[in-house]
């Protein structure tokens, strides 16, 4: 059974241009949860959904954002016209049912924009 | 404010000593408390998660103790080794009823284990 799956783990990126980061949660996983780590910094809330669904996006920025979990598919967290302040690691993590229970994460994809 | 604070921020300590790792949170309504590890470069790992009802609990070398009266947590580690070289994050949940993104994150504490 494998873990979180997250691709790519490493993106370079150019200032305007869009990053793509996607996100197999484990088998059986219906929630899935986006989360942004910069340097020394803890991770940050961005998004929880559920298949098709987005359950809560309060932590995720208004403009160049978005997300989708779609019904077939990994989940996809997308940054349009990349600034050099998206430079992060982006994580995401599943979990089989409530929140409440246990979370596991992905290795997390490293966004460099230059 | 929901916050959770961790201390110290960073602590260096030799291989084989033990060590003890402070959370303290200001979140409510509560539900759970959980220690994760994590190594440079990698994601986190679940090593405990802790109910309000529980007091203590232990994954091999690592102990957490939570006393929810005074909403403190702290995670022990026993006999330090140089894998132990991580930062630790405290992260409590809210009580919302099952939904959402309430999960609240502490800034880790780096760990160094030193030979």
């Known amino acids: 059974n494998a873990g979180v799956m997250q691709n790519p783990r490493h993106l370079v990126r150019r200032r305007g241009q869009e990053a793509r980061l996607r996100c197999s949660p484990m088998k059986g996983h219906s929630h899935v949860y986006w989360y942004r780590q910069l340097p020394e910094e803890g991770l940050k809330f961005m998004v929880y959904?559920?298949?098709?669904?987005?359950?809560?996006e309060s932590g995720m920025p208004k403009e160049r954002f978005s997300a989708e979990f779609p019904k077939e598919g990994p989940s996809i967290l997308r940054i349009q016209q990349v600034v050099r302040g998206d430079s992060a690691a982006y994580f995401c993590?599943?979990?089989?049912?409530?929140?409440?229970?246990?979370?596991?994460f992905g290795e997390g994809s490293r966004l460099t924009v230059l | 404010k929901n916050q959770v604070e961790q201390s110290p921020q960073s602590l260096i300590i030799l291989e084989g000593k033990n060590c003890t790792l402070q959370c303290n949170y200001t979140v409510s309504p509560f539900s759970n408390l959980r220690w994760y590890k994590q190594d440079t470069g990698r994601g986190p790992v679940s090593l405990t998660i802790?109910?309000?009802?529980?007091n203590t609990k232990s994954n091999g070398r690592y102990t957490a103790t939570l006393d929810a009266d005074t909403k403190q947590s702290s995670l022990h580690i026993t006999a330090s080794q140089l894998s132990d070289s991580a930062s630790y994050i405290c992260v409590v949940t809210l009580n919302y009823g099952g939904s959402q993104g309430n999960l609240i994150f502490g800034k880790g504490t780096k760990l160094s284990v030193k030979p």
């Open positions: 993590a599943s979990s089989p049912l409530s929140p409440s229970g246990e979370l596991f």
């Open positions: 959904l559920q298949k098709e669904n987005i359950i809560d």
């Open positions: 802790m109910t309000f009802s529980e």
